[in-house]
């Protein structure tokens, strides 16, 4: 079982990052990681989806068939899961429940419908929204990145337009324009 706000403890937090795909994430969280590599939990997430180059099974995700995720979700081991852009997303809820009660800050990147479940189901969760500057430097950044095709990123652009309309339904909103400052605001917002 989880821990819920009924529950509070020293012994941890969650903390749940969200944004659009290419807001620049992942740099941050491997930034933040670098930092505080005893104190912070870096949740895997479980995808359907292909690796891209360079990622490897169990380092960015679990890379499972279609099958084994819906078996494992059927099973009640995922904190959450979600459908997006035609492929299964989810985090297991094992390793988390592990590095809470071990003293760590586990931190989950996980899109928009994930968030509103972990805020459901985990209410004691800090939730934080990272935002591009301008919809124009989000599409660069999708381009730059090489790994969509024109049509995966014009249905990232679409989606991302209401992932930053729910940016009020976090506790904490970030701009990710100047790399440092961006860092310097999250570091702050996961520290407190």
Known sequence: MILDKSEKSDTGKLIVITGPSGVGKGMLLRKLLERYPDRIFFSIS????SPRDGEQNGREYFFWSRLEFEQKRDDGEFLEWAEYAGNLYGTPLSAINQAISLGRIVILEIELEGARQVAISFPSAKRIFISPPSMEVLERRLRDRSTDS?????KRLHHAKLEIAAAAE???AIVNDDLAIALEQLEKAILN
């Open 150 to 154: 024109d049509e995966q990123i014009l």
């Open 46 to 49: 479980a995808t359907t989806r």
């Open 170 to 172: 976090f506790d904490v």
